[in-house]
């Protein structure tokens, strides 16, 4: 059985810096990179939004509100995705969720950016 596990989050004063791990287990490294992975975010009261992904070729996508200060990397050989969150705001404090082949979810890493 795959599973995520999220790690990272924390309390960051505004203009901080963050990163963000998402780890795989129950599956190959040879499938597990056959897949897209995205990090999702859901701020209190808010609905779960996408955040940032990373295809299975390394091509990533950023939501409008985090790019420029958000970057998605992955590393294959330990079956983890990365998110590094820099210049935080406020409004990125949520909970951040991966997921992996649009299927698996973890259970997500709370983030709060405030002074």
């Known amino acids: 059985q795959v599973q995520l596990v999220e790690s990272g989050g924390g309390l960051v004063q505004p203009g901080g810096s963050l990163r963000l791990s998402c780890a795989a287990s129950g599956i190959s490294r040879s499938m597990f990179r056959l897949y897209a992975v995205g990090w999702y975010r859901q701020p209190p009261g808010k609905q779960r939004e996408l955040v940032a992904v990373i295809t299975a070729g390394d091509r990533t996508n950023y939501a409008d509100s985090v790019k420029g200060r958000f970057t998605i990397s992955r590393d294959n050989s330990k079956n983890t995705v990365y998110l590094q969150m820099n210049s935080l705001k406020p409004e990125d404090t949520a909970v951040y969720y991966c997921?992996?082949?649009?299927?698996?979810w973890g259970q997500g890493t709370l983030v709060t950016v405030s002074s």
């Open positions: 997921n992996w082949k649009s299927e698996v």
